[in-house]
């Protein structure tokens, strides 16, 4: 049963010491690293969110046999059904991994999921030989997979603007191909860091590429034994900028956050400078300080980090800041339409998200201020967090379905309550 809460702010200040949990997107990569590596590369700092659970629920063999029921006319009785829900990445980088696994398995989700495409990467992996049937919907989840192929070629080609998450599966799997993998990346390279960052990760691991152009290659060869260690969750430190964006002081501590960082989405740093908010690294971790500065910026281009578009765009209308949007393509086949959801949400202050092409426009001349303010998360973890600083501005926020959080920061609330938000479950 969903359950809304109430937030709610007295004070207009923020101020104290926050602990996130590690980076969902290090995690993900690591837990699959480490699967691949047959015990020798372990994980430090593991994240509590629910789409990182799940994922390691998976590896370690914890999912049940059971039959799946469809329309499509596939044998699919006693196969092992992999359910992960709603997790986006768990799916992309199972996709890749149950490829080179012995048994044969359909991989599923929530009804979200099943909406979500597959198709590139899927059609990617089938031009390395790998055996992956659509159960329900062509391009879509379920799909029924095969392992322990006969790799066919080691040269493939795949869309960069689409979701990096697709380009990051094929290369956790790269090393341990026969033949390694010389990956062709097509037209513009969307969510670029996130590419790094699985590299950086591997070279962790002691798995060596070369990037040359638009051409990534790994080689065939071994993980060495190492330990990776999961720094905290830039995204989910991301919303505490948007609070001391918001608050009129702000002086608040994120430890274990490094100036340079594996995530792209530590960029939030130098963006929320325009905010006033200054970014000290000491003591083990970030401070972050609110100084009054004139905001100045029109044009933020998030390509780069498509995760945080939510908490910039909506700190930027909550601020009355009519701001110009770029690299939002990603955002449709996110846990659901971002676009269409930032719109509906954000009309309920009077600002409209105008959408031209590929660019995105805020228009605040009817922004107002309500007394209460209710807001649907559309199963959207982000939606919730990126809304809920409102709360220093609007006396009321009430938030739709608070437990969808847990899927990437399950701790959101109560660390919300330790810096001096009430927070309060409707009955």
């Not at 629910?50 to 590896?59: F, G, S």
């Amino acid at each position: 049963m969903e359950q809304n809460i109430i937030l709610s702010k007295k004070s207009k200040t923020a101020n104290g010491t926050v602990q996130l949990t590690g980076s969902k997107s290090e995690c993900n990569r690591a837990l699959v690293i480490e699967a691949l590596s047959n015990g020798k590369v372990k994980v430090e700092n593991i994240s509590d969110a629910a789409d990182t659970v799940t994922l390691m629920e998976v590896l370690s063999q914890k999912s049940k046999v059971k039959s799946q029921n469809t329309d499509s006319g596939l044998d699919t009785q006693d196969l092992r059904l992999v359910n992960i829900g709603p997790a986006g990445t768990a799916m992309r980088f199972l996709t890749a991994y149950f490829t080179l696994q012995d048994d044969e398995v359909i991989l599923t989700g929530s009804e979200r999921m099943k909406q979500r495409p597959i198709g590139v990467l899927v059609d990617a992996l089938r031009q390395l030989g790998a055996h992956i049937e659509y159960v329900e919907k062509e391009g879509f989840p379920p799909i029924k997979l095969k392992g322990s192929f006969e790799q066919l070629t080691s040269k493939i080609s795949i869309k960069g603007n689409i979701s990096s998450q697709y380009i990051t599966a094929l290369l956790l799997i790269a090393a341990r191909l026969p033949l390694g993998l010389e990956l062709h990346i097509e037209g513009d390279l969307t969510s670029r860091p996130y590419v790094q960052m699985t590299l950086a990760m591997l070279e962790q691991a002691k798995i060596q590429h070369t990037w040359e152009g638009n051409v990534i290659t790994i080689s065939h060869q071994e993980f060495a034994t190492t330990i990776l260690p999961v720094e905290p969750d830039w995204s989910a430190a991301s919303y505490w900028y948007s609070i001391a964006a918001l608050a009129d002081e702000a002086e608040l501590f994120l430890p274990g956050l490094t100036q340079y960082s594996l995530q792209g989405d530590s960029v939030i740093t130098e963006i929320m400078a325009n905010f006033g908010i200054t970014s000290q690294f000491k003591d083990g971790g970030v401070h972050l300080l609110k100084e009054a500065k004139p905001l100045s910026r029109k044009i933020f281009d998030l390509k780069e980090c498509p995760d945080l578009a939510q908490t910039i765009i909506v700190v930027c209308a909550a601020l009355g800041h009519e701001a110009t949007f770029t690299g939002l393509e990603t955002l449709k086949i996110k846990e659901t339409d971002r676009v269409k959801a930032l719109q509906n949400e954000l009309a309920k202050i009077g600002v409209k998200l105008i959408e031209k092409g590929l660019l995105y426009k805020l228009d605040c001349s009817e922004k107002f201020i309500p007394e209460r303010i209710f807001i649907n998360t559309y199963e959207d973890h982000r939606m919730a967090m990126a809304f809920a600083p409102l709360a220093l501005l609007i006396p009321q926020v009430e938030i739709e379905d608070a437990k969808v959080v847990e899927k990437s920061y399950p701790a959101f609330w109560s660390d919300l309550e330790k810096i001096g938000f009430e927070v309060e479950q409707k009955a």
